[in-house]
């Protein structure tokens, strides 16, 4: 399928081929998201369990193109959650992470760029699950049962949109980068 961008010698599963064809037929559907979706392509989509039974669907965006997707994220958005059944569904930037002994070719020296360290990439992928909310304080704690608790604080835009998927946001983060999270609104 032409909306799936896989490495040379990779073949998408059957579940990355059906979020494909429901965005395809969204697409047919919907004369205003016609346009924008012809560009639109996913690197990969994965099914996430989050409170018992429930799952949620992480889609995996192409980091090029993820700028001009975030126009019509929302719409698509809601759409695939009505196609799915109400199953959360999230959209994530493809990013890559570089070792901490990355070196550059000679000819063009230099260090390893900080959007492409472990944390910077962490913290996009929170303002990346938010959205459309955004993220306004960020606070660590450390327990003692749970350890370190990232406390993730966002601010009133898009709250409605975002507030009934709270638990389901703090599990997927935690599967993608093995970190516990919580979000809350600030007041």
Same mark, same amino acid.
């Given at each position: 399928? %032409?909306?799936?961008?896989? +490495?040379e010698?990779t073949? $998408? ?6 979020v494909?064809?429901e965005?395809? %037929?969204?697409? #047919?559907?919907?004369k205003?998201?016609?346009q +924008? ?5 996913? $690197?990969?989509a994965?099914?996430?369990s @989050?409170?018992?039974? #429930? #799952?949620?669907?992480?889609?995996? @965006? +192409? ?11 929302s719409?698509l =958005? $809601? %759409?695939?959650?009505?196609?799915f059944?109400?199953r959360?569904v999230?959209?994530?930037a493809?990013? =890559?992470?570089l070792? #901490? ?11 390893? +760029?900080?959007?492409?360290? @472990?944390? $910077?990439? /962490? &913290?996009a992928?929170?303002?990346?699950l938010?959205?459309p909310c955004e ?5 660590t ?15 009133? /835009?898009g709250?409605?949109e975002?507030e009934?998927k709270l &638990?389901?946001?703090s =599990?997927?983060?935690k ?7 919580t979000? %809350?609104?600030?007041?």
């Amino acid at each position: 399928m %032409e909306m799936i961008v896989k +490495p040379e010698g990779t073949k $998408a599963d059957d579940f990355e081929i059906a979020v494909a064809n429901e965005i395809a %037929e969204i697409a #047919k559907k919907t004369k205003d998201l016609a346009q +924008p979706l012809k560009s639109f392509k996913m $690197a990969a989509a994965k099914e996430v369990s @989050v409170a018992g039974d #429930k #799952k949620a669907i992480v889609v995996f @965006v +192409p980091y090029k193109l993820f700028k001009n997707f975030r126009l019509i994220q929302s719409r698509l =958005t $809601a %759409e695939l959650e009505k196609k799915f059944e109400g199953r959360p569904v999230v959209f994530v930037a493809q990013r =890559t992470v570089l070792t #901490k002994d990355y070196k550059r070719s000679h000819k063009f020296g230099g260090v390893r +760029p900080h959007n492409h360290t @472990v944390s $910077a990439v /962490q &913290d996009a992928i929170i303002d990346d699950l938010v959205y459309p909310c955004e993220c306004v304080g960020k606070h660590t704690s450390i327990n003692g049962r749970s350890g370190k608790v990232i406390r993730v604080f966002l601010g009133p /835009q898009g709250q409605q949109e975002v507030e009934n998927k709270l &638990d389901a946001l703090s =599990t997927i983060y935690k599967k993608l980068t093995n970190k516990n999270i919580t979000f %809350e609104f600030k007041n």
